[in-house]
């Protein structure tokens, strides 16, 4: 199999295979933590809950996303990703107020770390199976654009970076004897992710909120519309905004008004195949209006 038929694997499995990933490194880091009696490796495992829980929503909210548009949704149910992503990130800060609640009941009363040799080789097995997904999962989001799957994956970035984090711990306690190392790591793995987490709400939230598409999108939309130009023909009023995996553009396009309605309808119908071609998941609407007609709107700013 090929990088290109990785990208190309569908969200829904990747998310389906995470799932079975979150699941067997909650069982490799609950092991390493129970041999162990680290704290800092209690967090880790914690935070592979949160994994599982997010994972097995975003394969909810990806579904419903890849509805077709019903009566009651005309655009489609593509926001549901953003849905997804804010329920991680959610979830991300749960997780981290329970591993710093954890962390200082530890720091109170320190303890010694026993086994650590399996418990470490435990973690970094689990983080390798990790990091292996969560690479191949923002391959795929980039080509789906899919922000649920682009949440899971740097999700499990962020997984990757804590064990790495509690394996320093770790074997800092081992090395020094300071047993009150082991829950000052853990506290710094939780404001590492709880950083994360919020990041992920806010991208959520405006993702929810109409935003623009991003610049690469938009200098493809302006590419394109500069092969029709012409003396006769022009663009003005674009405005854009993304949904999910879809991507929405509305503009006018102004013409002679000499010209026939089916010369006209013709012209438009080749703009916006030109258009969707460029930029695969593009939904394009282009109103025609003469030369000589301008459009007025209360805002006098295109947000494009």
């Not at 949440?151 to 711990?169: C, E, I, M, Y």
């Not at 800092?172 to 009150?180: E, I, P």
């Not at 959520?204 to 006769?232: C, N, W, Y």
């Amino acid at each position: 199999m090929t990088l290109d038929d990785l990208r190309r694997l569908p969200p829904q499995l990747l998310l389906r295979v995470s799932i079975v990933v979150a699941v067997v490194t909650i069982g490799l880091k609950t092991l390493a933590w129970w041999v162990t009696g680290s704290v800092g490796l209690l967090s880790d495992a914690m935070e592979s809950l949160v994994n599982l829980a997010s994972a097995a929503f975003a394969l909810l909210m990806v579904t419903i996303a890849a509805r077709p548009a019903d009566e009651d949704h005309p655009y489609g149910h593509h926001k549901a990703e953003y849905f997804s992503s804010g329920f991680e990130g959610l979830a991300i800060v749960v997780a981290a107020a329970g591993i710093l609640w954890a962390a200082v009941l530890r720091l109170m009363e320190p303890r010694g770390i026993e086994q650590l040799g399996l418990g470490l080789a435990l973690s970094v097995l689990s983080s390798a199976i990790n990091g292996a997904l969560a690479w191949l999962m923002l391959q795929s989001a980039r080509e789906h654009r899919s922000m649920a799957l682009e949440g899971d994956a740097r999700h499990l970035v962020t997984d990757v970076w804590t064990s790495a984090g509690v394996v320093v711990g770790v074997a800092g306690v081992a090395l020094t004897g300071w047993a009150w190392l082991d829950p000052v790591v853990a506290i710094g793995v939780a404001l590492n992710i709880l950083r994360e987490g919020g990041n992920l709400v806010w991208r959520s939230s405006q993702g929810l909120m109409d935003k623009r598409v991003e610049r690469d999108v938009l200098a493809q939309i302006e590419s394109t519309l500069k092969q029709f130009e012409h003396p006769t023909i022009r663009f003005d009023h674009i405005s854009s905004r993304r949904s999910g995996s879809r991507r929405f553009v509305h503009l006018h396009m102004h013409m002679p008004a000499s010209w026939t309605l089916g010369r006209a309808a013709a012209v438009r119908g080749s703009v916006e195949q030109a258009l969707m071609s460029a930029v695969p998941g593009l939904r394009a609407t282009i109103e025609l209006l003469p030369s000589d007609v301008e459009a007025h709107f209360a805002d006098e700013e295109d947000l494009i």
